[in-house]
């Protein structure tokens, strides 16, 4: 026998590594795992998600990514534990570990951080885009799905999804991010904003709807922090306004087309009725301006926008609180005109004090994060602006709601009704659609 195995040929095997780092799928299959990241080749070619088990310390791939956003951005992630995941079905040997669920795509140029940005924006930060979303499955689909669809494609409205969701974390005091991170996405979206407003393109017009939208409240980090620019409401309607100005610029059957529109829905005004809503104080602001008065010539347009507040008073006195109401107060800022926005720019008293009423109006609105903080520091300066003279008095209202987040106490402050009470919400609920897709005058659009 020794004879035998001495006489018989020797074949090395040949040197090969261990797969000891290798993906689930892979190890339950007993295939080799090239370890790639974030997808190995053979969940890449068979289409699966690829699995790997979280060790310590972290891997040579997370150092990579971290070392990464630095070298790149020279801002850096407060380090942190990645949160165990909920077990999936598996192996049992693998059924209680920490896992990582690695993405199946990677835009090019992001990192892991993006795509952690990314996923917080999916499930949390999506519905402060619109008032309605978690109470409608197709505004919920829309703002989870296409819209990623179109940031996934245009790099600008991706920079603005991402320095909105890095704004909210900062907002609520989540140290993952850092606000000169938010601050360089959010310069990023509005500088590609801009270029793809230049440049016009149609195939970037989808995306160009959602970031007007997105635009709103990247905005609003203006009111924020120490170099927050007082009186900033006054220039925001500009912002508001761009709504409709990329709607004319896509051009309207483009967004009645689009499985967007739902995202531009708004409540019809009739703006012959909405007067008789409105205080009396606010209309006497307007018709006792005679003639000497510099605002004398905008009487027309002071009274125009009032028409468009009474629509908020309308709603609150005979709907109550509710979607509805929350719809007409995040949207009536779009209904803003070119001549009140020049009145608002020109820091006219009038103007603000109208403004200020509105901002009222907001301390209803909890559920956008980046709406519900901004009226008491707004109507305070406001209040600086007008002044001790004789308009002063008009600032009765908006001075009288600093402090106050009830919302009822809030309603009686406007309605200047001590004892309302919200109306009796009638048998028949309120279904979706809540608006409709409705011009500038109010009046829905003719298909």
Same mark, same amino acid.
């Given at each position: ?6 006489? &018989? ?17 892979? @190890? ?10 974030? %997808? ?19 891997? @040579? ?5 971290? +070392? ?31 896992? $990582? ?21 999916? %499930? %949390? ?18 703002? &989870? ?20 969701? +890095? ?16 601050? !360089?996405?959010?310069?990023? +979206? ?17 995306? !160009? !709807? ?33 709504? =409709?100005? $990329? ?26 009725? %909405? ?44 709907? =109550? ?45 909890? @559920? ?13 300066? $406001? ?30 402050? !406007? ?12 048998? @028949? ?19």
């Amino acid at each position: 026998m020794e004879g035998n195995d001495a006489s &018989r040929p020797y074949h090395p095997k040949r040197p090969h590594r261990k797969s000891r780092a290798g993906c689930i799928s892979c @190890k339950t299959r007993k295939v080799k795992c090239d370890e790639a990241r974030p %997808t190995c080749r053979n969940c890449t070619l068979r289409r699966e998600k690829c699995v790997y088990v979280n060790k310590s310390p972290p891997s @040579k791939a997370a150092s990579l990514a971290s +070392a990464e956003l630095i070298h790149h951005t020279g801002l850096a992630f407060r380090s942190h534990d990645t949160p165990a995941s909920t077990p999936s079905p598996g192996p049992a040997d693998v059924s209680n570990a920490n896992l $990582i669920y690695e993405p199946m795509y990677m835009p090019a140029g992001r990192n892991i951080n993006d795509m952690k940005l990314l996923w917080h924006f999916t %499930t %949390t930060t999506h519905s402060s885009l619109n008032s309605w979303t978690g109470a409608e499955p197709r505004v919920t689909n829309v703002l &989870r799905h296409q819209l990623l669809e179109h940031a996934l494609d245009n790099p600008f409205l991706l920079d603005g999804v991402l320095g909105l969701t +890095a704004m909210q974390m900062n907002f609520v005091g989540q140290s993952d991010v850092s606000p000169s991170l938010a601050a !360089l996405y959010r310069a990023r +979206a509005m500088c590609g904003y801009r270029a793809a407003i230049e440049a016009a393109d149609p195939a970037t017009f989808p995306a !160009l !709807l959602v970031s007007s939208i997105v635009v709103c409240g990247l905005s609003s980090a203006e009111f924020r922090g120490p170099d927050a620019k007082p009186l900033f409401v006054l220039d925001w309607l500009t912002v508001w306004r761009g709504i =409709g100005l $990329i709607i004319q610029l896509t051009q309207l059957r483009s967004v009645a087309d689009s499985s967007l529109v739902v995202l531009f829905y708004r409540p019809q005004i009739d703006l012959d009725e %909405t007067p008789i809503h409105l205080p009396s104080n606010l209309l006497f602001m307007i018709s006792s301006i005679r003639a000497e008065d510099p605002d004398y010539p905008h009487v027309k347009s002071y009274y125009t926008f009032l028409k468009y507040l009474g629509g908020l008073y309308r709603g609150l006195a005979t709907e =109550g609180f509710g979607p509805l109401l929350n719809l007409r107060i995040t949207t009536f800022l779009s209904f803003s005109t070119v001549e009140f926005i020049e009145l608002a720019r020109q820091r006219r008293s009038r103007a603000a004090i109208i403004i200020a009423h509105y901002l009222v109006f907001v301390k209803l609105i909890k @559920k956008i994060w980046w709406m519900s903080d901004i009226s008491d520091s707004e109507i305070r300066n $406001i209040s600086g602006l007008v002044g001790l003279g004789p308009l002063s008095e008009f600032m009765r209202v908006p001075k009288a709601a600093l402090g106050v987040e009830d919302d009822v106490e809030l309603a009686r402050i !406007l309605l200047q009704n001590p004892t309302w009470e919200p109306p009796r919400q009638s048998d @028949k609920a309120i279904t979706w659609p809540l608006g409709d897709f409705v011009d500038q005058d109010g009046k829905p659009v003719e298909e």
